[in-house]
């Protein structure tokens, strides 16, 4: 429940009231590390609240993080990821099924970018995603790799 102490502590701060649906945002926010989408906070929270409308959760999740509670993971075109982990890490994002990890590597500080770069960019943050197949998508891979094997002729069926 610290997150949820936290963000209601921000949201007075800033002179927000702390609705119903802003709590339950908050309370399936606290701990969460599924990155979970605002669509899939919506499907979460619908049951409990029938009358909430996507447009509500999505400008929650907007007041969230401009209160600095939530990072915005925009991986891919269609849709963002969110976290509330907001301290310096990565991501791994498995390319078949979207599984997304959490990396907590900190040293990506030392690295250097180009001077071009710098001369044309102020650095305000960073973050870095890697991509692969998580090993539950490899396991079905091999068994369906295996269950689509053609025996070879004049292999014995028995």
Do not use: W
Not at 123 to 129: D, F
């Amino acid at each position: 429940m610290d997150y949820s102490h936290n963000m209601i502590r921000k949201f007075r701060e800033r002179g927000l009231k702390i609705t119903p649906q802003r709590l339950a945002i908050f309370n399936l926010l606290d701990g969460n590390t599924g990155h979970p989408t605002a669509e899939e906070i919506y499907s979460g929270l619908k049951k409990d609240f029938p009358n909430l409308s996507f447009t509500t959760v999505y400008n929650i999740l907007k007041s969230i993080k401009e209160a600095g509670g939530i990072q915005e993971l925009l991986i891919e075109r269609e849709r963002a990821h969110y976290d509330p982990d907001v301290s310096l890490h990565h991501h791994i994002i498995c390319t078949r099924c979207g599984k997304l990890r959490d990396i907590f590597y900190t040293n990506t500080s030392e690295m250097r970018l180009p001077d071009d770069i710098l001369k044309e960019f102020s650095v305000t943050g960073h973050q870095i995603h890697f991509y692969g197949v998580c090993r539950a998508c490899s396991e079905n891979e091999e068994e369906e790799e295996g269950k689509t094997a053609v025996p070879r002729e004049g292999a014995n069926a028995n």
